[in-house]
């Protein structure tokens, strides 16, 4: 880790995946056990009140904290890749950091050289716009 | 490279980049052959007004970051809700910002 745009990206997922740890804590603690309790977290949703793509992904990583991984897909496919996300990135940033490498970086790098291939971008708008639709049915 | 030509392409993309990158676009600029001048030209930069819009319209999924070509953030903003909504409200700030910067990289990639 040497230059700044590499120091600022592992500095905004550090915070980003606190900020993602201590909203699963926050809503775990406070769910009633239903698992469709509305916490009213989403701009979008707020604004619009039409759900958005991501709505739903924290009942599903609480379904995963669970183990229900049907459910986890239903609320939302988002969910389990956020979960692995959350689960993996702390590692991969501390073995970084301990072993003073930037592997992180040049995943995140080549990631985002993948998604720009216009057909695999074509792909995920829309597997995304799908996963839209099936929020708005589903009435999230 | 003559001055004109360069106080020509100062005076249509200023907006494009912040004010303290353009005498460095200037210098840069002044040594640029005449060959090279019209690869230049061709740049496509991404007006930072449109990307404020995009980012108060659909800032929320990450189509401000999308558009700029931070892909990676793009992903990161719209599985997460636009990042519980705060990332969203931050980068309406930011992003005028980041497309300046976004933009500088592009001419910088292009001179030679």
């Known amino acids: 880790m040497t230059n700044r745009p590499i120091r600022q990206l592992y500095l905004m997922i550090t915070l980003a995946l606190l900020a993602g740890y201590l909203w699963l804590i926050y809503s775990l603690y406070t769910d009633s056990g239903a698992g469709t309790v509305e916490t009213g977290v989403c701009l979008f949703k707020e604004l619009t009140t ?3 793509p991501s709505c739903g992904s924290t009942r599903s990583v609480k379904s995963l904290v669970r183990g229900d991984v049907w ?7 988002f969910g389990i890749i956020i979960s692995l996300t959350m689960i ?14 930037n592997t992180f970086y040049i995943f995140y790098i080549g990631l985002e050289k993948f998604l720009k291939n216009k057909w695999i971008a074509a792909a995920a708008i829309i597997l995304v716009l799908a996963n839209w639709i099936w929020n708005i049915t589903k009435g999230l | ?24 676009i200037r210098s840069r600029l002044e040594l640029l052959e005449d060959g090279d001048w019209s690869r230049i030209y061709g740049l496509q930069f991404k007006d930072p007004m449109m990307m404020l819009i995009a980012s108060l319209l659909g800032g929320s999924l990450g189509i401000d970051r999308f558009l700029i070509g ?3 953030m793009g ?11 705060i990332w969203t409200i931050i980068d309406w700030f930011l992003i005028m910002g980041a ?13 030679p």
């Open chain 2, 75 to 85: 992903v990161g903003k719209l599985l997460t809700c636009g990042g519980f909504g």
């Open chain 2, 99 to 111: 497309t300046r910067e976004k933009n500088v990289m592009v001419l910088h990639n292009a001179l």
């Open chain 2, 70 to 72: 931070d892909v990676g």
């Open chain 1, 88 to 101: 993996l990135l702390p590692f991969w940033l501390i073995f970084d950091l301990i072993a003073k490498k």
């Open chain 1, 71 to 77: 459910n986890a897909f239903y609320w939302n496919p």
């Open chain 1, 50 to 52: 039409v759900p958005c």
């Open chain 2, 1 to 24: 490279m003559d001055t004109q030509k360069i106080d020509a392409f100062m005076m249509n993309n200023a907006k494009y980049f912040e004010s303290y990158h353009l005498p460095q």
